[in-house]
């Protein structure tokens, strides 16, 4: 499965960097393209030179043009975007019932699932069952891809009982994924909702909002010694502590705070810390993290994505890196910019895009990439849009 993942992340890459020549002549779509992915790469490869990082000049310019993996997908995803192309949607439509398909088999077929395509059970908490992966093979690639469809069906503008179950059965393939983090999609969604609802008061979108967080505080509270929210708890103390050597998700952001503080604000340097290419690096060993086993073996020390960016480009990096991000978001925005939802659905999958990287790969990771661009590319209000210029033509 691994050999796999990596064939279709290489070709979602090569992909995308055919894409902007096949519209080379285009200037006016393709000069932005050009302009800040060349930019953002002189920049890394430029702090990591003058803050002489100790490594070796191939590794920092592979590492910086695989940092800018999401702005190529993204770009190329906007480049080829016809308005109003129905293709998006049939591709969504396909993904749909790819996930329910896999996750109704990996049910049904339980333990002789796991064996069939050779993956580990992986149980979290006091489950009885193990957590989910259908075909995407990784819980929590299953998790993002439902969380996706969760935003996708909430800002459908057909207020329909098939919309309804939808909702429902990606929020159950979210909690049987056992991912976390990605029920911060709910709130977010219902957050945006309100916020940018024409419908609401202003002095009733506060209440609402104040309402909501008193409601989400006591229900913690009361469910305080529920697996769910014990585990939250445990891995927010884990990651704020330096002496923890098992949880090196919460490890690499807490030091990649630490980086960001010791070198201010450039960061350590391409290639030194939570990518693929800071193999022995000098700034494990300068944090006490050499000796650990997931650093000796590069394993999962490029999860969060956020902690990578901080850690080896600092406070710039950060503003940057998810600045163009944003950027790239509004240039999606603006293509359906007519419809109601088109404004709270982006700024929706923005917000779940930053949570993900906080503890999972967005930046290098060309799965999700594709997801959001995919996401991005055939919004749920394009059918409305459609009908709109029907009724106009």
Not at 81 to 90: G, H, I, K, V, Y
Not at 215 to 234: C, E, N, P, Q, T
Request: proline residues 3%.
């Amino acid at each position: 499965m691994p050999i796999a993942d990596s064939i279709l992340s290489n070709l979602i890459l090569l992909f995308s960097l055919i894409i902007p020549f096949v519209y080379i002549g285009e200037r006016y779509r393709i000069k932005y393209f050009f302009l800040y992915t060349l930019l953002i790469f002189l920049y890394q490869i430029g702090v990591s030179v003058a803050l002489g990082a100790n490594r070796e000049l191939l590794d920092v310019v592979f590492q910086s043009v695989f940092n800018l993996k999401i702005f190529f997908i993204l770009s190329a995803f906007y480049l080829a975007l016809r308005p109003n192309d129905p293709s998006a949607q049939r591709v969504l439509f396909f993904l749909f019932w790819f996930m329910v398909a896999g996750a109704a088999l990996n049910i049904a077929l339980g333990s002789v699932f796991f064996k069939v395509f050779n993956i580990e059970e992986n149980y979290r908490g006091e489950a009885l069952l193990p957590r989910l992966v259908g075909f995407f093979m990784q819980p929590n690639k299953l998790a993002y891809v439902a969380g996706f469809f969760f935003l996708y069906f909430w800002f459908m503008r057909n207020h329909s009982l098939t919309r309804t179950v939808a909702l429902g059965l990606t929020f159950v393939l979210i909690l049987l994924s056992g991912s976390r983090s990605t029920l911060i999609v709910v709130p977010i969604v219902i957050f945006t909702s309100i916020v940018f609802s024409s419908r609401i008061s202003r002095g009733l979108k506060v209440a609402t909002l104040a309402t909501t967080m008193i409601v989400f505080a006591l229900g913690v509270f009361i469910f305080k010694d529920s697996w769910l929210v014990s585990s939250l708890v445990k891995n927010v103390e884990l990651s704020a502590s330096d002496a923890n050597d098992h949880y090196i998700r919460g490890l690499m952001l807490y030091n990649s705070f630490v980086l960001a503080y010791q070198n201010f604000p450039f960061g350590s340097g391409v290639a030194t810390f939570g990518t693929v290419f800071s193999e022995a690096s000098p700034v494990y060993t300068s944090l006490g993290m050499s000796h650990l086993p997931h650093v000796r073996e590069m394993r999962g020390i490029f999860d969060s994505n956020f902690a990578s960016v901080l850690g080896e480009l600092g406070l710039v990096g950060i503003i940057v890196f998810y600045g163009l991000l944003w950027y790239l978001a509004l240039k999606f925005y603006h293509k359906f910019q007519s419809a109601n939802s088109a404004k709270p659905y982006t700024m929706s999958l923005f917000c779940f895009v930053v949570v993900i990287s906080l503890k999972g790969g967005v930046f290098m990771d060309s799965f999700v990439s594709a997801m959001l661009a995919l996401f991005l590319v055939g919004p749920p209000h394009i059918q409305f849009l459609k009908a709109k210029q029907r009724r106009v033509q």
